[in-house]
């Protein structure tokens, strides 16, 4: 069994399809595998989150499919998928698919949803915030279950990641559910989070160890990486956005991980 201490530390770079032609998307995916990133991910949504709201934007899992194909070493995954918008047994067939077309490196991340422009303008019902974690709670034994009734099954396990910080329920579903956990926040906030889980896993019984710990970064290593580290996460990811997608950051923080890698 993988603990906290024999993980690597892995850097992911979030390339957020908005604001660029799909050809710049493509190159960048590209050259962010050549440099050495461990995974490559998008995001679900259908318009951009910053910029220009009605901007150019694409959809996350036709991409994923495209990223299955055009890259050959990276993960792959979204960053994360909203469960709302699709049927749980329909996302566990996509998710198999690509994990087939990648030849094993799709990552499943998921979460409860909450950009309502992407509710209203889709026709999906928006809810509450305890209304979309109970779907999300519905929802992942259910995307289990079928991954076990493919035919051809997956090609691995596929790790299933879940983004959020709700302390009394999101939590508990990764403590349950997921292979990796996703958060943001400062050092401080990322403590607080950890020790949380870390009891909930306590509560249903799983080694806390099992988990994988990341955090979206921004800014250099040098101001929270290594803090960031000490606390057992593994998993840093820069988010870059269109039209240019800047890598600079990125390549710090890969020399950053080739150092603490040794």
Same mark, same amino acid.
């Given at each position: 069994m993988t603990t906290r201490q024999d993980r690597p530390i892995r850097i992911g770079l979030q390339l957020q399809p908005q604001h660029a032609d799909y050809d710049a998307i493509r190159r960048t995916a590209a050259e962010a595998e050549e440099l050495g990133v461990d995974v490559l991910f998008n995001w679900d949504h259908f318009y951009p989150l910053s910029g220009d709201p009605e901007g150019k934007h694409f959809e996350c899992w036709t991409m994923l499919g495209a990223w299955?194909?055009?890259t050959s070493r990276v993960e792959i995954g979204a960053l994360v998928t909203c469960n709302s918008y699709r049927n749980p047994e329909l996302l566990a067939d996509m998710a198999r698919t690509v994990d087939h077309i990648s030849g094993g490196r799709l990552i499943l991340g998921i979460g409860a949803g909450w950009f309502?422009?992407?509710y209203d303008e889709y026709g999906y019902e928006f809810g509450t915030a305890g209304s979309r974690l109970a779907d999300l709670a519905d929802a992942l034994p259910r995307i289990e279950k079928r991954l076990t009734k493919?035919?051809?099954p997956p090609t691995r396990k596929i790790p299933v990641l879940i983004g959020g910080?709700?302390?009394k329920? @999101? +939590?508990r579903l990764v403590a349950r559910?997921?292979?990796i956990w996703h958060g943001f926040g400062d050092v401080d906030v990322a403590a607080r989070k950890i020790e949380i889980l870390d009891r909930h896993c306590a509560d249903v019984g799983r080694d806390p160890a099992e988990i994988e710990r990341s955090v979206g970064v921004s800014g250099s290593p040098a101001e929270t990486g290594d803090q960031l580290a000490e606390l057992g996460i @593994? +998993?840093?990811t820069v988010g870059v956005s269109g039209p240019d997608y800047d890598l600079g950051p990125l390549r710090e923080w890969?020399?950053?991980r080739d150092r603490r890698n040794g």
């Open positions: 299955a194909e055009a309502q422009k992407d493919l035919n051809p910080g709700g302390e329920k @999101t +939590l559910h997921a292979d @593994t +998993l840093f890969l020399a950053w």
